[in-house]
């Protein structure tokens, strides 16, 4: 199987290098980049010396279609929209690590993105990359949206609840934490050093345009519309995603019921990590792998249920999952390529 | 005027030191500390060369009642309640930093700090120190129940929509984001550099004895009982608190007019800086410096406010506010010795 | 005394607005930035709310004359070259925190800087303003070229032991480790957080442009030609700089006979503070403050004295140093606005 | 083959973990530690949930021989010099990431480690593990001394050119900055996170025991006695080591000439990257991985060269490097499971 790349000079784009180079059954045939064509991949990141040497290439949809079976979009919202038709119609998968095939709604797209959205035959053609959920879906997909690392992270740490009936939608409030690098390689204020270091600051608050993705799955899963509040914040670390979820309770349930309810739901799905009760995951518990580990407080004072939820941002928030929805799609384990033990400290 | 600072070789205390080196009217007389007395602060801290070279004394209580005539306690929780009223009795004024006289019902500190508490008649004569809306109370108090760096944050936040009725309470939620002096200069894993460093990580959810401070300050302000939820997260910084609070309006109001309602509430608080709309306040803009800075969003799709608080742990979270305390117990301007600039970047 | 502030929206700019505002005896009057004119300075840095809320103003060469007495020259090398000469004409007091006017020697400017030399005249007016060395010539200044970073931490440590003919010049290295706010508040990859956290760079390796700037000051001292090496390291925190600094003993001396003899020869310096034998200075140490700590170590086994010596490079080795040459020129105590005790942690 | 790891709960210890959990040859068969036993290793490090479940063994020698093949000693120095004779007596091989049994002079342990030494024959039957120039002997060896994280670095970097004659020894200084981790778990003021972050400092300058090792193996390839300066430095990351090597050259050479020569040295060593002329590795571009990266300025102006060499020292200076060792004895490629690429960002 021959891979292609396309925005392979981008964090996520590196990070999938980092993974193919590993995989037994694929190979990296192409990487492609618009704005570094002609440039060697470690010119520009010196830590892929002696692992991946290859030239960026141009985006040539012929010469891509011709040399590769399958393609990773690792670009910024309102890039693939136009590219992915193309390589669809010449038979390649396509797995889009970008927004623009994730919402249904395409309105919806508009608003948050502030972009035109992509045909509404694509959207709808495209599976959710959330495999503890779509699993059968992706399986036999063509094109993958693969979802936002704080949709991970948030998804992965309230789905289980929604889906057994355990609580008001209502009442669902997603804080999350983010390392910097979710905003990739591109300079900008708010990534400089000294802005970032020995701070901590909200941001998009109330706009975010991870909250309707988030929306859009809790109400597939459930049936119900919902708004919800995603308060985003930037913390002063590379990698690592955190969502604090609030809800409230149905009916009471002690904080074992509900660790041993969601240790049920997941005893299948190899990624998701259940910890007991009186254990709450940290970010860098999964640093470097594609794990996404949850913990679990119900408060009786309140009667709501706190989850804590974390992931590595680039892996199971971006690149990781993607390999994991190649996987899937090829009928491979979907951990092959993926059994990493998270790097501590 | 003569002052002690009790637990001088902490964080809280070294920073009461920095303070008062600077304050017009006050003069440090005696740095207390029972487990490093005999030694040299500036051993201790090397930054205090040429600033201050006291040698750390034990605890008399008759010399150090001869001595000073203020006191300041810079102690973990459980020491001052039997210290406080000795000097009480000896006519000094006493400003305590720890949790001792904080919570009026004493069950309540059994029960959240899980130890005996301060006897009762203390913790009456007690005034909690948040001058922002206990003004008066401290300008005639002998004891000084100095906040905590978290209700401090959350309550600067909160409390003007509670005065104010904007906010229904029980549906109340703070999440809290923590430097990791706020755990003071003992050595433990929780503050190993390589446990902290590029990591995020929640800890006492559910049971953090400052919920029940929060919790009884806005029952003092609205007369109300209520419960809230208060998460405490560790961010891999040294200094600053952020509180995200989250609350459900009881009638629609737009982020403008929220904020503009807050810039009236505070309009004479000298260190409660309210940003306009669509500007949130990071930590490191308040980083050495007793300012509380807010920022505020009303989200009409959930119809709940989200209030951003920031403030300085060490600073306005503990020897800051102690020393605004101070000012306003002896007829100063608040803001005598506290004119500090934020340290940017 | 009216001051103006040329580059005011840059790192050191907002550093001198910090000491400016405490200062007793100067009054900031204008703040100038080409390319940020008409923005007023709390939108670009919120910390300053409330404590500077000026309009930034375009360069005007006659209405800055007209207005203020004395100007900081805060801007990138290249710029002040052409701008000074106009104001000092018009009888202004002009400090020059960019490497302008430092050589004295055109052509070396022209080598390490990579840019055409200020006029030779002005070259030789300027004053090369480290106070600790050059305090007479700078009481009568004009013009003062404010010294690098780098070389202010180097040579408060190497230069006793040059004048007091302890070491051999050949064998000088200069081992440099700085925060990333040297670099500015200008977004590059080379300061994007992800590409600094966790990480450790040299960085313009044997042509770094401080180099020159310390070895003419040596030579200035000594009287001898020298060449040195001078390795610069990016260090992920914001601020702070050490310098290791090895060389050659001319005769074998304990670390006790060379610290004393430090101690001595800064005895009256307010601003450098020589550690007792075996201890050593950390940049956290003087953070957020005018202070240079030094630290020494003689090693028989190689003859060599290994001397550590720290700033906070936006304080001393910028803007801290820029005001305690403007207290010298106007006569007042050189610590006048300056004595901010360390922010420790 | 079935290993051991004594010392299992250290930061070293779970990095071994990481290793063998990944290697196709050998299985970890018990997890050892005197502090820990009883608990789960993933109860202490909660990565390793479903990666490495297994419980902490107590020190007994027959059992642990019984059971077990090979073991790895990741213990402070001080403790494997009295266990290592009893399994090697039984016929196990003894890799020992600690300090015992690098130094062949007992009384050069006994003077830089402030113990008493292994004894003599032990010492003498080590083989200092640095495969890139003691290949053969590892081969064969019983036990090995797994270099230490410092010397890795400084000796790959500054060993070629001792080997082909270009500098002269008594002008070598190395200035080593490193990451926290080398301190290991265990809580101390030093590693206490805000007292290291926003940070650097000096310590044990002169007095550091990876000196004499330095040395040792300097004098082993050059055959001639030799005394340097090493200056270590403690920098705000968790991971990494990069060795600053300043040396004087014996005869002019440009920095293309060393480069090139250094890169037909380590023509054949999977492990060591040297970069091109002008190019330098930061630590990150190691981190996670066995890569020693090098670069190299010549400069004429002092007649020195100036090496730059990182490794990750958890890994190239201790685990990842102990499992090539293990490679090397039983025959396998030296890079079976270590093909890990860096984690960037």
């Given amino acids: 199987m021959k891979a292609g790349i396309i925005g392979a000079n981008g964090y996520s784009g590196v990070e999938l290098i980092r993974f193919l180079s590993n995989h037994p059954f694929v190979q990296i045939e192409m990487l492609i980049s618009h704005s570094t064509s002609g440039k060697n991949i470690k010119d520009l990141y010196p830590h ?57 709604d395409p309105d919806k797209y508009t608003k948050w993105y502030q972009k035109p959205p992509a045909h509404q035959g694509y959207l709808q053609q495209a599976v959710y990359g959330l495999p503890e959920f779509y699993q059968e879906q992706i399986k036999n997909a063509k094109l993958i949206a693969n979802p936002g690392c704080y949709p991970t992270a948030a998804l992965l740490g309230i789905l289980p609840a929604v889906k057994m009936g355990l609580v008001n939608f209502e009442t669902l409030i997603i804080d999350g934490k983010s390392g910097v690098s979710g905003a990739g390689r591109g300079v900008s204020l708010g990534s400089h050093f000294c802005e970032v270091n020995e701070n901590v600051k909200a941001y998009k608050i109330g706009v975010h345009q991870h909250t309707p993705e988030i929306e859009q799955t809790i109400q597939d899963i459930s049936g119900e519309q919902i708004n919800i509040n995603f308060t985003p914040h930037l913390i002063p670390m590379t990698r690592g995603i955190m969502c604090t979820i609030y809800a409230g309770l149905k009916k009471p349930l002690t904080t074992e019921e509900v660790v041993e309810q969601y240790k049920q739901f997941y005893e299948s799905s190899y990624f998701a990590r259940v910890r007991e009760a009186g254990d709450w995951p940290a970010t860098k518990e999964v640093y470097g792998s594609n794990y996404c580990d949850i913990g679990i407080v119900s408060d009786e004072r309140t009667n709501r249920v706190m989850i804590i939820s974390v992931i590595d941002n680039v892996i199971k928030g971006a690149s990781g999952q993607a390999i994991q929805n190649m996987n899937l799609i090829y009928g491979w384990e979907e951990w092959t390529g993926l059994t990493l033990t998270p790097v501590f400290p």
Same sequence: chains 1, 2, 3, 4.
Avoid at 73 to 97: E, N
């Fill in 48 to 104: 892929l010396s002696d692992v991946c040497e290859k030239t960026l290439e141009n985006v040539d949809i012929d010469e891509i279609a011709e040399r590769t079976d399958l393609l990773f979009f690792a670009v910024p919202s309102g890039v693939s929209q136009s590219l992915v038709p193309q390589f669809l119609k010449k038979g390649l998968t396509c797995i889009d690590l970008s927004g623009d095939f994730r919402l249904k």
